[in-house]
């Protein structure tokens, strides 16, 4: 017998072997009045957003990270671990649904983007952002556990 992915189980892999599933049923014409081509890229589409929501709150984790350690200032670091705090939950509960999707996270897409961010937010306070790391320092578990932070730079001075 077949095992197919629950949808209770994994959303992702649910909605990539739907869409499989659909483009079959459409190569071999079953007679349905159905538009399998577009229900398939539909029902595949919803799996790809999860993924984007996944790698864009792990960007923003990203963000948060690296300004908490490279950053001088003391103040915003509430709201920089308030929003880690907050994007990592996003991740975590997504990565729940659909734990098949920890498989296809692209942490390098990840890491380029959410360093971007931090370095536009890191310029406000005269960092260089040649002190940041060109390549990821973290493993994928690290931004997605809950009890790791990195240590201020700025504190170890």
């Not at 992702?12 to 890229?41: C, G, I, M």
């Not at 939950?89 to 659909?98: C, F, K, M, T, V």
């Not at 961010?117 to 790391?133: C, H, T």
Request: hydrophobic share 40%.
């Amino acid at each position: 017998m077949d095992r197919h992915p629950a949808c209770d189980e994994d959303i992702y892999a649910w909605t990539q072997e739907q869409a499989r599933l659909l483009r079959e049923a459409s190569a071999v014409r079953v007679n349905l009045p159905l538009d399998f081509a577009h229900l398939a890229e539909e029902i595949e589409g919803m799996g790809k957003s999860d993924r984007r929501s996944v790698q864009s709150a792990l960007a923003r984790v990203i963000e948060h990270l690296l300004k908490l350690e490279f950053s001088p200032a003391a103040d915003p670091c509430g709201g920089w671990r308030k929003s880690v705090r907050e994007q990592r939950a996003a991740a975590l509960d997504a990565l729940d649904d659909s734990p098949s999707l920890r498989g296809r996270i692209d942490l390098v897409t990840a890491w380029r983007r959410g360093r971007g961010f931090a370095v536009d937010g890191l310029n406000q306070n005269r960092v260089d952002e040649r002190l940041l790391p060109d390549e990821c320092p973290y493993d994928l578990d690290q931004p997605l556990d809950d009890d790791w932070w990195p240590a201020n730079r700025h504190a170890l001075d």
